[in-house]
Structure formats: structure tokens, C-alpha cells
């Protein structure tokens, strides 16, 4: 059982490059969320979805874009990179609505330099 | 607005001793709050649910409406509990959860 895969593990990228992180989930869970990590801010949250096909913006949605087209898959598209993107993403799911608790992935760095 | 404040960025201990992580909350609803830990280079998982009342590894969390916290707390700090400890605050609307800045804990031996 593996829960909650996310990909890559590490990237770094250059200011004004693209990328797709690959947020996946086994579990059947029909919530899906994207955080980012800065150092002691804690978690923010970009984007979440409450079903294949339903999306919706979070608290820092700005920069960023993502799909659900299936319930297992919720990537996250960083279209044009900025120095600002440098973060620990972590994606999470949930069966209920939150109150059995996340399920996390192991985290994405990204460096954008 | 929801906000989460954990006070304390750093929390150091020796083993044995008693741990209070501080979390303060501000929500206009019914709160549901929970903590999560992150050990090293592990992922951030569920500690406890204010709702489920419970005790796990030790530690109890008791939801004080009146003050609007939720403080973690253990009686006897073992090495093992040293890690990144995070309030969050389950919003209704939108069913997302709101975190705090996080408090790492350092238990010295």
C-alpha cells in the first residue's frame, strides 16, 4: 500500500522553466490537497480538490495551476518558475473531508535559481 | 479569518522532563483541531484529533475553548518525541486544513 507518491524527490529549476509535479494516491481518497513548506511559516495551501474533475484555489494559488481528471492523480504545473516557487511542496489526501485526518507525501523540493 | 500560532519556533528539553507545545487558534465556528508531527526524514503524519480525545505516544491535547487553545502536552519527554510538531485547525468550508508555523522539539539526553 502506498499511500500518497510524489515526484520528483528533488529538482532544481531556472527561473522561467516549466515543471509538473506528480502528486499520486491509492487509497481511493476523494480529497487531494498541495501545501508548500517555507522555513517557519509552516504549511499554505494552494490548491485542493474535492473530486475528479472539481478543483479549486487555496490560500496561495498564485503561479500555479493544477487538474484532477482522475481521483488517483492531482498534479501540480509551475509554468513559469520564480525565485519566490523555492519551497518544500507537500501533496495530501483525505478520504472524508479532513476529519480522519491527511494522508501526506513524502515532500518535493524545488530550488528555482 | 482562521489563524493557527505556535508561539515557540524552538522547544528544548532533557529527557524525562515535561513538554507543553503551545497552539493557539482564532475561528469564528466550531473548531476541529489536530497535531501533526514530522520526524527526520520522515513525512508529516497524524499525531491526535482533538475529537477523538485520545492519548497517543504519551501525549494529550485537551481543545480550551475559552482560550482558544489546544497545547500538546506530555508528562516525561523521551528522546524519540524530538521532531517538527504542527497544529492545524480543519476549516469547514472548503474542508481544508489551516497549519501553524510549527514548534520543533529537541529532547536532550
Known amino acids: 500500500n502506498a499511500g500518497v507518491t510524489q515526484t520528483p524527490k528533488f529538482r532544481i529549476l531556472k527561473i522561467g522553466q516549466s515543471m509538473t509535479l506528480q502528486c499520486t494516491q491509492d487509497m481511493n481518497h476523494n480529497y487531494m490537497y498541495w501545501y508548500r513548506q517555507d522555513p517557519g511559516m509552516g504549511l499554505k495551501l494552494i490548491y485542493y480538490s474535492v473530486g475528479a474533475g472539481i478543483t479549486d484555489k487555496g490560500e496561495v494559488p498564485n503561479g500555479y495551476n493544477v487538474s484532477r481528471s482522475t481521483t488517483e492523480d492531482f498534479p501540480l504545473r509551475l509554468e513559469l518558475a520564480a525565485p519566490s516557487q523555492t519551497s518544500v511542496y507537500f501533496c495530501?489526501?483525505?478520504?472524508?473531508?479532513?476529519?480522519?485526518?491527511?494522508?501526506f507525501g513524502s515532500g518535493t523540493r524545488l530550488t528555482v535559481v | 479569518a482562521q489563524r493557527v500560532t505556535q508561539p515557540e519556533k524552538l522547544l528544548s528539553v532533557f529527557k524525562g522532563a515535561p513538554v507543553e507545545l503551545k497552539c493557539n487558534y482564532s475561528y469564528s465556528g466550531s473548531p476541529e483541531l489536530f497535531w501533526y508531527v514530522q520526524y527526520s526524514r520522515q513525512r508529516l503524519q497524524l499525531l491526535l484529533r482533538h475529537i477523538s480525545r485520545e492519548s497517543i505516544k504519551g501525549f494529550t491535547a485537551d481543545l480550551n475553548k475559552g482560550e482558544t487553545s489546544f497545547h500538546l502536552k506530555k508528562p516525561f519527554a523521551q528522546e524519540e518525541d524530538s521532531a517538527m510538531y504542527y497544529c492545524a485547525l480543519l476549516r469547514n468550508a472548503g474542508n481544508m486544513l489551516t497549519f501553524g508555523g510549527g514548534t520543533r522539539l529537541m529532547v536532550k539526553p
Open positions: 495530501a489526501s483525505s478520504y472524508s473531508n479532513g476529519h480522519d485526518g491527511y494522508t
